[in-house]
């Protein structure tokens, strides 16, 4: 059985950082995003992650691009996604994803599995 576990979240202030983890249990991946969802509103992409051995390919959305960064650590089959100068935009439930196919992109579409989601607050 596959499980997607995130963790990390909780209350930062604005201008703060935070690390969020997915682990994967039940098979190994070699494409994994994240997305989030804020109150009110749809489900967006925010980053996702590639690789093939020590080669990786990340993509993010624009709406974050130089402030988050997706990384794993394929040892502990888990994927993070460290996120700094938070504000309070980027509130939401974070919800990792993961594909069976070799390479993915910003549709929710494209991934089989997904995680229960993780709250991120950012107070102002």
């Known amino acids: 059985q596959v499980q997607l576990v995130e963790s990390g979240g909780g209350l930062v202030q604005a201008g703060g950082s935070l690390r969020l983890s997915c682990t994967a249990s039940?098979?190994?991946?070699?494409?994994m995003g994240w997305f989030r969802q804020a109150p009110g509103k749809e489900r967006e992409f925010v980053g996702a992650?590639?690789?093939?051995?020590?080669?990786?390919?990340?993509r993010y959305a624009d709406s974050v691009k130089g402030r988050l960064t997706i990384s794993r650590d394929n040892a502990k089959n888990t994927v993070y996604l460290l996120m700094n100068s938070l504000n309070p935009a980027d509130a939401a439930v974070y919800y990792c994803?993961?594909?069976?196919?070799?390479?993915?992109?910003?549709?929710?579409?494209?991934?089989?599995?997904w995680g229960q989601g993780t709250q991120v607050t950012v107070s102002s």
């Open positions: 039940g098979r190994t991946f070699s494409s």
């Open positions: 994803a993961a594909s069976a196919a070799s390479l993915t992109d910003y549709r929710a579409d494209e991934y089989d599995y």
């Open positions: 992650i590639s690789w093939r051995g020590s080669i990786f390919y990340t």
